[in-house]
């Protein structure tokens, strides 16, 4: 008898651990050896809008990269919309899957991470343990820490880095606007010639947010969670920009592009001759993917322009966590991140601080061509930080009630 | 015994699922979702909902453009059939319409959204020589307030699929004896098809229809890209607030997924009302004796409506397959200015396997569907049971909104601990695929003279024999056809694909909608022709092997 008691409590002991293993398998965040032994052999899914071939044929670089130096398999799961991976995690949580998630990791920008961090829904903190971190300067870089104003709390480990520019033709405009005073002008005088992604597109959101900016004596504010009695005094001015822009607009503003892809359409199709991109590189991209006419040129508003970064998120759910900080972290390195900033390649903005490299390093960027269309980064002007959520939230509200229907 | 059981594995395979669906759409409406953090009951939503900006609008132009789509789409189909008299030219323009079905519904309206547009190929190859334009003139032509591009769009689509099951319902019903008979009465021709054979036609084709009005009403792809956007279509609408990424206005598009239902049910009402009131009034014309008037105009109405529908989806399909060769083409040239096989170079090396898994995931089930709506069908014909009103259930899963339910197919599969991989993407697919085969065959199954059978089994023929020997032969081209659009609907599908595939089973949808959501016209171009192959193929054989199977017997040919 006591033998059998004894068998049967090693049976319960050897069940309890088989439960406790999957538990054990979240990495130690602050042992990268050990992430780095754990990350070898396995499969990382890693979900990212594939809108953009360019963007693709980089990923599958950084899996070539990755299975090399780290045998880690990378899978690009290729999303039209960032959602349908949050859509997935949230079915997992509901279905009681905390463990063996298929999503491994994801392409987030400041909206979804703000919403994904808010409803428990991401692993970490991991991003400021990766080797690769310090690199981005963060003590002196609020965008490394603040997506969105959110803090970012180590659930994200920084990309790619960008700001919103204008691009022209200049075949068809002699000169461009300066700032959003001479860009109504010259909507009035050029009408049809000039549009914006529908509101709540994050584009579109980005153009009357610097509408916003712009237009505001006291911008503070807008850093701030936004108070309810504030509101109207704040935006008079923005909607007072817009209401007298609209009639001007392409289609007199009865119908808008959907998202900046549309935009670009429009551009190529001449039917409007000035738009705007949240990627500098986008208009030099274009011309090489026969997109738009080799006389387009960007340029920024005097006063700057917003940007924002985006980042690489693990769910809390991920399966594989140790190979999905692996690559996060290979994602931060110089080669990457310079191999990305090459236009040929993809032509995204570094989130690495210059000064932070060494000289070899840092001649991998001075060495890239940046094609045509494209502002050098000393060109691109002040970058405006984007405001507290619950103001692109109230604004993206307001604009539905006034203009639609 | 197996037939005994089929009707209810095929019930349970799609309520079950459709009941999880459901349930995840209507808590979350009624506010309890607790991963969100909702956990109690309440109005929350719907007040949300209420006060949404144009939502009215959105609600009519979902209910209208479904109802006016079907309608036109019909109308051109029964127009044509009346004046077909069998020539070349009625055979020719039948011939191109059938492949149109296998081109994607988002690849159709980015073909018509380029043609039509002010910048587009209409205007490029008029201007500037007739119109003087250098700049495309600030004309609201794609996008417009009225959803007049968007019901174009959906015509276009409609029309082939309604053409396709009218044929393959027309084999059973004789209509040249029909007609021969009502001419030796003095009919015209046209009047004499629509008085002798529409009335016995359209109940065939009556589940068919109804797909069309809930698809019309719901449809998101194709109005995202030709509808209004002041606001959208009730169904762009909820897509737009569950991919928003405030997680909580996921509660606020439960409630809209829930309306979407009652829209769709209310466009389907009305069309149901409608056809009473059509069977009313139209008993005293039938019966009239009139026997001209009208038929002159049905015979040029039906051939010119239906060579239009053709004519414009090809030449949608032709800019399409320019822009997948077009290097850049500035307004108003009428040509690109340079060629180049850039797009496709770089498409063509990474679809092999998106090739391979939407063919064998479509294959899969559409012989599983196949297998299951035969069996159910042929349990019913032996016992003679009526049409079961549980058949209405099969019907759910095309006008639930999607996003909405599948996010519940999730949960249940990850609760019962299933991974994501290729059974449960067939198995998704099914939801879709059942549906689609069962409407396109029922009822050629059912209306199927029933002597041929009796005349077997009375002549000592086990009744297997009698089934693989005399009903499958006769129904040999609408099995086909059924066949080729359920294989045709599953490899459209794209959300099922990503959520239930845990984005592993990558297919050549999965790959042409990511590719989409960039907006690179050539791009897509490539992708939707790619993706428009595999359909092609699949209505190629169906309208093929009856022609080869049945070269000697031309009335068992079917559809040609």
Known sequence: ?405 | MLLRLAPWVMIALLTAPLAAGLLMVLLPAFGYLPVLGGDTFHLEAWQALWARAGLHRSILLSYFSGLITTLVALFIVVLFLAANQGTWLDRAIRRMVSPLLAIPHAAVAFGLAFLIAPSGLLVRWLSPGLTGWERPPDLLIVNDPLGLALMAGLVLKEVPFLLLMSLAALAQLHPERRVTLARSLGYAPGIAWLKCVFPALYPLIRLPVYAVIAYATSVVDMALILGPTLPPTLSVSIITWFNDPDLNRRFMASAGAVLQLGVTLAALLTWWLGEQAVKHLSQRWLVSGSRLSGSAAIAFGGRALLSTVTLLAISALAGLTLFSVAGFWRFPDALPGTFTLDHWQRILPSVTTPLINTLSIGLTATMIAAFLVVATLEHAARHHLPARRAQWLLYLPLIVPQVAFLFGLVVAAESVGIRPQHALVVAAHLLFVVPYLYLSLSEAYRRLDPRWVQVALSLGVPPWRAFWQIRLPLLLAPLLTACAVSLAVSIGQYLPTLLLGGGRVPTITTEAVAMASGGNRRLIAVLALLQALLPFIGFSLALLIPRLVWAKRRQMRGAA
């Open chain 1, 1 to 405: 008898m006591p033998n059998n008691r004894n068998s049967l409590r090693a049976t319960v002991a050897m069940a309890m651990l088989a439960l406790a293993l999957p538990a054990a398998a979240t990495p130690d965040t602050n042992d990268w050896q050990s992430i780095v032994a754990e990350a070898e052999g396995q499969t990382v899914y890693w979900n990212a809008w594939a809108g953009e071939e360019r963007i693709n044929t980089y990923i599958s670089w950084v899996a070539q990269q990755v299975d090399a130096r780290y045998g880690v398999e990378l899978v690009h799961v290729k999303l039209g919309d960032t959602s349908e991976a949050v859509s997935r995690v949230l079915a997992e949580k509901q279905a009681g899957n905390d463990e063996r998630g298929s999503v491994d990791m994801i392409w987030i920008n400041g909206e979804n991470f703000a919403a994904m961090k808010a409803n428990g829904l991401l692993f970490g903190p991991w991003a400021e343990a990766m080797p690769y971190y310090p690199l981005t300067d963060p003590d002196n870089t609020p965008a490394v820490r603040y997506d969105w104003t959110i803090p970012v709390d180590g659930l994200e480990s920084p990309w790619s880095s960008s700001q919103v520019v204008f691009y022209y033709d200049t075949a068809l405009v002699e000169n461009h606007p300066n700032n959003m005073a001479e860009l109504l002008e010259w909507a009035t005088l050029n009408p049809g010639e000039f549009t914006y992604p529908q509101v709540p597109n994050f584009l579109g959101n980005a153009f009357i947010t610097q509408a916003m900016l712009e237009l505001s004596d006291n911008t503070e504010l807008f850093y701030e969670p936004m108070q309810e009695e504030d509101f109207d005094t704040a935006t008079a001015a923005l909607w007072e920009f817009l209401d007298e822009l609209h009639p001007h607009l392409w289609r007199s503003g009865r119908a808008f592009p959907s998202n900046s892809a549309d935009l670009r359409s429009l551009m190529g199709d001449s039917e409007i001759s000035i738009a705007l991109s949240f990627s500098a590189t986008e208009a030099s991209g274009a011309i090489a993917n026969y997109e738009l006419p080799d006389t387009v040129r960007s340029y920024v508003h005097d006063s700057g322009m917003i940007g924002n970064m985006s980042f690489m998120a693990i769910p809390y759910n991920a399966q594989h966590k140790a190979g999905a900080m692996v690559v996060a972290n290979y994602l931060m390195s110089p080669e990457a991140q310079a191999e990305k900033q090459d236009p040929k390649v993809w032509g995204s903005g570094t989130i690495l601080a210059m000064d932070m490299l060494s000289p070899e390093e840092r001649a991998l960027f001075d060495d890239i061509d940046l094609g045509i269309a494209t502002l050098p980064p000393s060109e691109l002007g002040e970058l405006l930080g984007q405001p507290h959520p619950s103001w692109v939230d109230a604004i993206a509200e307001a604009w539905q009630t006034r203009y639609v229907n």
